[in-house]
């Protein structure tokens, strides 16, 4: 959520962030025209309180106490009810200030480039040209099925569109895909969390998936419970309404689970394979740090999702996105895509993206930088490290043979137990 001082202090940048984000800035004089009211409601309240303390110190320094009291008490029991009346019109209004600032996305980074959409993207760098393949590559949904180690149709059957069935070699590779990035953010100073897959709504809002993306969960109506769309909602979450010691931070927390989107406004889209499914998983990487430190994390986050790309081989790019393609929670992204043979494109595999203050605010995650020091808000940021399904297509188009075989890289080797797919569906 935005911060309120913010935009009483900056309503015009207010304004041209929101142009950036294509989106109106009504809002910012809405949102004025109520904090006056509310401004106003505060002040009405306190100086009734300091008139009523003033009387009630009258009455404790009066030589007849009895006597100050019964001359008073009427005009305190006139100020204690517009007392009342003052106090009660402050929470309908911070309800209002809450209801606007909740649907309005976070404040765009200066360096984020000005766009309409993902053509404005811009590459930051990439792994080099894609490898020029010697024979026509198949696409990953031909290829798994032909192995036996993906099975749509039967998938289909037990649950309706948008899912998958690994089999064989191909549970084993995606296994072999989970505990390789594990172990690698291990080694990279995260800590493993196996978090809850079911969140409650106050979870699901205070990581900005509520009300914006309401439409696109999966939900447990009967307890009001919510599916999760990717664990950052629940590393994210984990400290909500924590004040922290500064000597904690960062924090860097990783989470191998399945996540759940109904993919709403996704029709016709990917339609075949595993690019975009109701249920898909992904190891996610969280960070929380002080504000100084975010441009510098986003740095790291981003290179340990590369890293594990550089080290599968297989080819990439890092995009810095636009300001209209930047998503509701971000003040910038980076978006890792990798290239695909069988489709001929590159594909978006994980995003990288510093929130600022944006989560922290609404989760009230908060540190101290000294014991009596005043509560500051966290920075938060998440990216996937990887989303397993797509890394499952990237190895399968960019290490298929023209057998129809498929040779594992090198790095997934000792995870996996065996170098290669063969044709027949058995391993080696």
């Known amino acids: 959520m935005l911060d309120l001082a913010l ?3 900056e309503p015009d940048r207010m304004r041209r962030v929101a142009a950036r984000r294509a989106i109106g800035g009504d809002f910012v004089d809405d949102v004025l025209a109520i904090d006056v009211r509310l401004r106003a409601a505060r002040t009405t309240a306190e100086a009734l309180q300091a008139e009523k303390n003033a009387l009630t110190a009258r009455i404790s320094q009066a030589t007849d106490k009895g006597a100050a009291a019964r001359e008073l008490r009427p005009q305190i ?28 996305p976070n404040l765009l980074d200066d360096t984020v480039p000005d766009g309409a959409g993902e053509d404005d993207n811009v590459v ?18 031909e290829l798994g099925e032909a192995l036996g180690i ?17 089999r064989g070699a191909g549970a084993r590779l995606s296994r072999a895909v989970v505990a390789f990035f594990l172990a690698r953010a291990h080694d990279r100073g995260y800590t493993e969390i196996a978090p ?29 419970l919510f599916m999760i769309p990717t664990a950052e909602v629940p590393l994210t979450a984990l400290h909500r309404d924590e004040i922290l010691n500064a000597d904690l931070l960062p924090l860097q927390y990783t989470a191998h689970t399945p996540c759940f989107r109904k993919e709403a406004g996704a029709a016709g889209k990917d339609t075949r394979g595993l690019i975009r499914q109701h249920q898909f998983e992904k190891v996610e990487l969280v960070w929380l740090v002080a504000p100084e430190k975010s441009d510098e994390a986003l740095e790291r986050l981003t290179a340990d999702s590369e890293a594990l790309l550089a080290e599968l081989e297989l080819p990439y790019r890092v995009l810095a996105l636009c300001s209209a393609d930047v998503s509701f929670n971000a003040a910038r992204t980076y978006d890792l895509e990798v290239w695909l043979p069988g489709q001929q494109l590159y594909r978006e595999i994980s995003s990288c993206s510093n929130c600022t203050d944006f989560q922290a605010r609404r989760a009230q995650i908060r540190f101290r930088r000294e014991a009596k020091g005043k509560p500051e808000f966290v920075h938060t940021l998440n990216g996937s490290a990887l989303a397993v399904g797509r890394t499952l297509v990237a190895i399968l188009e960019n290490y298929q043979r023209e057998d129809g075989g498929i040779t594992i890289p090198r790095a997934l080797v000792p995870f996996c137990g065996f170098t290669s797919i063969e044709p027949d569906g058995t391993t080696r």
């Open 150 to 166: 993906i099975d749509f149709e039967r998938a289909t059957k037990l649950s309706g569109a948008r899912f998958s069935v690994l």
């Open 7 to 9: 935009l009483r202090r």
């Open 77 to 104: 029991a006139d100020l204690d009810a517009r007392i009342v009346a003052a106090n009660a019109e402050i929470p309908p209004l911070d309800a209002q200030i809450d209801a606007i600032l909740s649907e309005i």
């Open 124 to 141: 930051v760098r990439d792994s080099g040209p894609p490898p020029v393949a010697t024979f026509t590559a198949k696409p990953h949904y």
């Open 196 to 224: 809850p897959l079911l969140v409650t709504r106050d979870t699901m809002w205070s990581t900005g998936q509520l009300t914006k993306f309401a439409d696109a969960m999966f939900r447990d109506t009967d307890a009001d």
